[in-house]
């Protein structure tokens, strides 16, 4: 008699061993070589997009970047998913992308280009996020043409109620957009009509054109990887979303390195491929040139570390990710080398070390103040004294920094305050001299966990 299903027992051991081996299936699916090669597949149809629409290519930021070949790359953008998630519908005062109107008003648009996961047609930054960022944008540069000021979402991938519930909330997106006291005549000059999201997956049919619109500036979002319903293992190795969680596979490899070595990393068999990415991000730390500061405020700039020679009239304080004794951060009158940790600690420890580092900031300008003062009235003006603000990225922590310095001891012009600002600073003070940071340096990305730190320190 033959046995059936119901009555096949297995033993705990075999559940192990099955278990065991569809795990080792995964992970072996989820290689950094099919990361890579899956990388590369859909860097394929990005380049396919951009010969299509004959527009810049506009890397999505953290993983955008993976699928655009850094010679093609016009620029970043940070729209966060997260700001398009159902209920959230947020308009970022953080990152108002403004340096894309430039290109897009040059190019008469251009292509955002970003990733998602399994499962997903595209990810809710593109879907959601940057229609909203165009509809603001529209209402706040075009205030006096309704016609321009309609919300734009994909059908396919937000519903009609979700539509209506966004739509709901621009009137107060658009208020906080104004709040910022932004030069909008500025805006105005780099675009002459209206934003308008355009959605493209691997599913579109793409169709070779250099058609102008004559209506409105087409920002085309472009969702890099192909929708995979269901696991890696169905797919021959394709991952989608690969350029996702990098903190989890890459071993520190970066965009940038992948591109120059694409040939190799993508020839290199698995077991000999870690190796072989530990050692170009070695030599890529050891090559690495020295960034130069960027300024985003007439004495005040921010770099990365390791710094390069300063001037001798600049004051320097550099942030490690090394915890350090506050009794040991001051090294001489232009220099503080202040330890506070790495990631989330830094950005909490901040909130301590904001004191000290203002003080020492003070002291500078009151010093350097003095020298000003005591010079000849009928000689030539002597060198503006500088700060530099330096952490390992140079957009984290250095940032917080710079926006703590520039409320205390800078006027709304950036000129040294004779006296420093007291505390009880607002939220909207401080979101105001945040703009005008990110308007100057674009790539700056300082964590939610640093700006809360800032804020804590200013309004306390």
Not at 49 to 74: D, H, M, Q
Not at 96 to 119: A, K
Not at 358 to 384: C, I, K, M, W
């Amino acid at each position: 008699m033959a046995t059936t299903a119901a009555e096949l027992v297995f033993s705990p051991q075999a559940n192990h061993n099955f278990s065991r081996i569809l795990n080792d299936l995964k992970r072996s699916n989820l290689s950094i070589t099919n990361r890579l090669r899956s990388i590369r597949e859909d860097a394929d149809f990005v380049s396919e997009v951009a010969t299509a629409f004959s527009r810049p290519l506009i890397a999505n930021e953290r993983c955008g970047s993976w699928y655009i070949s850094p010679e093609t790359k016009a620029g970043s953008a940070y729209f966060k998913s997260t700001d398009g998630h159902t209920g959230q519908w947020r308009f970022s005062t953080r990152r108002l992308n403004l340096q894309l109107l430039s290109i897009i008003g040059s190019n008469d648009g251009c292509i955002i280009v970003d990733s998602t996961r399994r499962g997903k047609r595209m990810p809710d930054a593109l879907s959601k996020t940057v229609p909203i960022w165009c509809c603001v944008l529209n209402r706040v540069l075009f205030p006096d043409t309704p016609a321009f000021h309609e919300l734009h979402t994909p059908p396919n991938a937000v519903s009609e109620s979700e539509h209506a519930q966004i739509d709901s909330r621009i009137p107060e997106h658009v208020d906080s957009l104004r709040a910022l006291d932004i030069n909008l005549d500025v805006l105005r000059q780099q675009v002459k009509k209206p934003l308008r999201p355009i959605w493209v997956t691997q599913d579109s049919q793409l169709v070779p054109t250099d058609e102008i619109f004559d209506e409105f500036h087409p920002v085309i979002c472009c969702t890099s990887s192909r929708r995979v319903a269901g696991g890696e293992m169905s797919e021959g190795g394709y991952i989608q979303g690969a350029g996702d969680d990098t903190e989890n596979w890459a071993l520190g490899l970066t965009p940038p390195v992948f591109w120059r070595h694409a040939d190799i990393l993508l020839s290199t068999p698995e077991p000999d491929l870690s190796d072989l990415v530990r050692s170009l991000v070695s030599d890529e730390t050891v090559n690495m040139s020295t960034t130069s500061p960027r300024k985003i405020a007439p004495c005040l700039s921010v770099s990365c570390l390791p710094l390069g020679a300063s001037p001798p009239s600049t004051c320097v304080v550099a942030i490690y990710s090394k915890t350090t004794d506050p009794s040991s951060w001051v090294k001489s009158p232009l220099l503080m080398e202040v330890g506070v940790g790495k990631h989330k600690l830094a950005s909490r420890n901040l909130r301590m070390a904001l004191p000290a580092i203002g003080d020492f900031v003070r002291q500078f300008l009151e010093r350097t103040s003095d020298l000003d003062a005591s010079e000849d009235s009928d000689s030539s003006s002597p060198e503006p004294r500088q700060i530099l603000i330096a952490c390992e990225t140079g957009k984290d922590i250095s940032i917080g920094v710079a926006l703590a310095l520039l409320c205390q001891h800078f006027d709304s012009e950036g000129k040294v305050r004779p006296q420093p600002s007291p505390s009880g600073h607002t939220k909207s003070d401080i979101r105001v001299k945040l703009s005008r940071i990110m308007t100057n340096f674009p790539e700056a990305n300082p964590s939610r966990t640093t700006l809360q730190s800032v804020n804590s320190y200013l309004m306390g």
